[in-house]
């Protein structure tokens, strides 16, 4: 049960490094590109990738035995 809670968090961090980072590069360009280079775009962007991600720690955890949709029977 250890190996598939550590997994949970490896995929939980690893997810939400990418849609924080996916978000602060959007916000980045728009910020540039729309908005006169002002920082708020860039926040936000950032918030929501950081938001996506906790949203979707919530729900694998939440999850007792599933990881990536295959059901983990215990031993």
């Given amino acids: 049960m250890a190996d598939v809670h550590g997994r949970k968090w490896d995929r939980c961090l690893a ?3 990418v849609k924080t ?3 602060l590069g959007v916000g980045i360009v728009f910020s540039a590109l729309f908005f006169k280079r002002r920082t708020w775009p860039v926040t936000f962007g ?3 990738g950081l938001g996506m991600g906790y949203s979707n720690c919530q729900q694998d955890f939440r ?5 990536h949709g295959h059901v983990v029977k215990e031993q």
């Fill in 63 to 67: 999850s007792l035995h599933l990881i």
């Fill in 21 to 23: 980072l996916t978000g």
């Fill in 15 to 17: 997810d939400t490094a």
């Fill in 46 to 48: 950032s918030g929501m």
